[in-house]
């Protein structure tokens, strides 16, 4: 394959996936030196350690999470940072509370910052949502699963901002007592 037409042919994936690995171009029978000229050319950007993306796709307030998402598929957004994507409270998380197995590695991940939290058994598996961001698909617990889990860890986050988001959540009738 000519390297004019490896390099339309990878400009095609980016735009009907959002985002690319490297892994994904060899899989699709691309030689990875296409993503260096690309790269280089400007018509590709590296958004993270083997991630890359077109220059003008759009970024959305949640970059963060598809970023973790797709670098860290088996963890779960949970906490302050399933608050701010349910937009409930007022917490703005500087990092990216993510909870995974007890037994699973820590994500390795240089941007953004990651705060991990394990859970085991049901507390991981119950009340997970999927959502697809900048074409990643994110997993986030639901608004009562986080709630809960704001006062399991209430000694971590504190008492204040999980009262808070309870009583926001309630008013706007964002889950159920069954929930």
């Not at 970024?59 to 349910?86: D, K, Q, R, W, Y």
């Not at 990651?114 to 639901?142: D, S």
Request: hydrophobic residues 45%; glycine residues 6%; positive net charge.
């Amino acid at each position: 394959m000519s390297p004019a037409a490896a390099s339309q042919r990878l400009l095609r994936l980016a735009r009907r996936r959002g985002s690319i690995t490297r892994r994904e171009v060899a899989e699709h029978g691309i030689h990875t030196q296409a993503l260096s000229r690309l790269v280089s050319a400007g018509a590709l950007e590296r958004v993270s350690r083997g991630r890359y993306r077109l220059p003008d796709a759009p970024i959305t307030e949640h970059h963060g999470l598809a970023l973790v998402a797709a670098a860290a598929p088996n963890a779960v957004v949970c906490l302050l940072s399933a608050l701010s994507f349910h937009e409930i409270g007022t917490q703005l998380p500087h990092e990216v509370w993510v909870a995974v197995d007890r037994r699973a590695r820590r994500p390795s991940i240089s941007w953004p910052r990651l705060r991990v939290v394990r859970f085991g058994g049901a507390a991981l598996t119950e009340g997970i949502e999927t959502h697809r961001v900048e074409g990643e698909t994110v997993r986030v617990y639901n608004v009562a699963k986080t709630l809960a889990d704001l006062f399991k860890y209430r000694h971590k986050i504190g008492l204040d901002a999980a009262l808070e988001a309870l009583r926001e959540a309630w008013r706007a009738r964002r889950f159920t007592m069954d929930a």
